[in-house]
């Protein structure tokens, strides 16, 4: 089993901070304001990323008196991805984005995504939290982007590999049978246990 994580990437959070306290050396103490985007619709009860961008801005407005604000763009308003990791490297925003969305910049992420690789929720977590991998990963980002990952957020918990014909529990397991996958990376995992895989690209929808 692997787990499904978003991370929360940012163009250099000290700048917003230091333009913050910049403000208020001057007495101008105007708001700065943040654009957080992600995937998924505004609903709590189906969305976690949501819920975790809704808990981030609460936390970061209590921290800083307000001085500096969150804007939420969820379902993908600030473009897909691709184009929210884009906007990232060149201006002062944040973006939760998948391994797929990282993966561009540090395809090395797809090693943490690996089924079978952690014995519990404690376990990866103290991985990503304090593991020294993820903190070379961490270090990669930002020197080929130049973007300060700040957390990894739990989406969804264990992916699980569900199939009609019988159960999973060893990669042996995997042979002969087909999946669905969200990105190519999943396709050649699949294809690695002697499975098969369909991507199933990922179509944000308005509302």
């Not at 000290?14 to 101008?28: E, F, Y």
């Not at 925003?93 to 990282?102: E, K, Q, R, T, Y």
């Not at 993820?134 to 700040?150: C, D, F, Q």
Request: net charge negative; aromatic share 10%; charged share 20%.
């Amino acid at each position: 089993m692997t787990l499904n994580f978003p991370l929360v990437s940012m163009k250099t959070l000290a700048a917003a901070c230091l333009t913050g306290s910049a403000l208020m050396a001057s007495q101008a103490m105007a708001q700065t304001t943040i654009n957080l985007g992600y995937n998924g619709a505004p609903d709590p009860d189906k969305n976690a990323v949501h819920v975790f961008a809704e808990n981030l801005k609460t936390l970061v407005e209590e921290k800083t008196d307000g001085d500096i604000q969150l804007r939420l763009f969820p379902n993908s308003t600030l473009g897909e991805e691709q184009e929210r990791m884009e906007q990232t490297m060149s201006s002062p925003m944040l973006n939760i984005a998948s391994f797929a969305g990282v993966s561009p910049i540090a395809d090395e992420i797809f090693v943490s995504a690996i089924p079978f690789l952690f014995d519990d929720f404690e376990a990866a977590r103290t991985f990503f939290d304090e593991g020294s991998y993820w903190e070379e990963v961490e270090n990669v980002v930002k020197e080929r982007a130049g973007i300060e990952m700040l957390a990894v957020v739990e989406e969804g918990g264990f992916l699980a590999f569900t199939n009609d014909e019988k159960p999973i529990s060893h990669p042996d397991d995997f042979k002969g049978l087909r999946f669905r996958a969200m990105d190519p990376s999943q396709v050649a995992l699949y294809e690695s246990f002697g499975a098969s895989g369909l991507a199933i690209t990922h179509k944000s929808s308005a509302t």
